[in-house]
């Protein structure tokens, strides 16, 4: 019996993973990449958005067009993780430097697992006092 339990638990565990990873690289390629389409697209419904000193409560199509002036007015240039984690209620969370054009934003988001996919419940961009 439980040879045939635990590979199975073994490929649920790993799929679920999987998928937090690949939503992780998305959404890093996206913040690379200054597309505000793509990085909506990964958001929950009323996504938990803060760029520089506005933060909010915005519908995914208010988030993209506020993310879009931020990547027009701060092109990206890259995009670094230097920390991740687990908070308190099971979201995955990963700090990272998204450098622009016109300076360095500590840029921090969280993953949430809704049905059997993540999604971004909470993205902050913030000045980061500390030009590398």
């Known amino acids: 019996m439980i040879r045939i339990l635990l590979p199975i638990t073994a490929m649920l565990f ?5 998928g937090q990873d690949l939503v992780k690289d998305q959404v890093i390629d996206a913040l690379r990449s200054g597309n505000s389409k793509d990085l909506s697209a990964l958001f929950i419904a009323n996504i938990d ?4 000193e506005t933060a909010d409560v915005y519908s995914k199509a ?6 879009r002036k931020f990547f027009n007015d701060h092109p990206p240039v890259g995009m670094v993780i230097e920390h991740s ?18 300076g360095y934003f500590r840029t921090t988001f969280f993953l949430k ?11 902050r961009i913030e000045t980061s006092k500390n030009d590398f």
């Open 49 to 52: 958005l803060t760029v520089k």
């Open 62 to 67: 208010q988030a993209e067009q506020i993310l």
């Open 85 to 102: 984690g687990v908070s308190k209620s099971g979201d995955k969370y990963f700090i990272g430097i998204l450098r622009t054009t016109s």
């Open 14 to 18: 790993a799929t679920g993973l999987f």
């Open 113 to 123: 697992r809704v049905d059997e996919s993540f999604q971004v419940k909470q993205l």
